[in-house]
């Protein structure tokens, strides 16, 4: 790439991204977060923690999968997908071939989440 092609994408993957995704952020108000309640707040935060560290663990010990890779498609699977991926990225300083393949899987799992969740929600209601 040109040295000014280069800069554009380093500036939209970079500071673009991640003002976006604050902006973005900014349509949750406290008084959004108040009215679901406390037990809501808790569940999601417990929700986040053990899917970022479930995927974690099956990653590094039991798939011997790379630490960024593993930490990238953490991210992605437990807060927002393919955006969470790329704010990840320059605080791990992932290598792009990485962000890449995380992406990839964050993409595939959310789309087959899409045809599995119903046949989950379908079962569960035969368990209560």
Not at 99 to 108: D, M, R, T
Request: charged share 15%.
């Amino acid at each position: 790439f040109s040295t000014q092609v280069e800069k554009g994408v380093l500036f939209a993957k970079g500071a673009l991204l991640r003002t976006g995704i604050v902006l973005y952020g900014f349509r949750l108000t406290f008084g959004d977060i108040a009215d679901v309640g406390l037990n809501a707040v808790v569940t999601d935060a417990i929700m986040l923690i053990s899917t970022f560290f479930f995927t974690a663990l099956l990653g590094i010990r039991y798939l011997k999968m790379d630490k960024q890779l593993v930490y990238l498609t953490g991210a992605g699977c437990s807060i927002c997908g393919a955006a969470a991926v790329m704010a990840a990225e320059p605080v791990i300083k992932a290598e792009s071939h990485k962000v890449s393949v995380a992406i990839a899987v964050v993409v595939i799992f959310g789309t087959l989440s899409i045809f599995t969740y119903p046949f989950f929600y379908t079962w569960s209601q035969d368990l209560i």
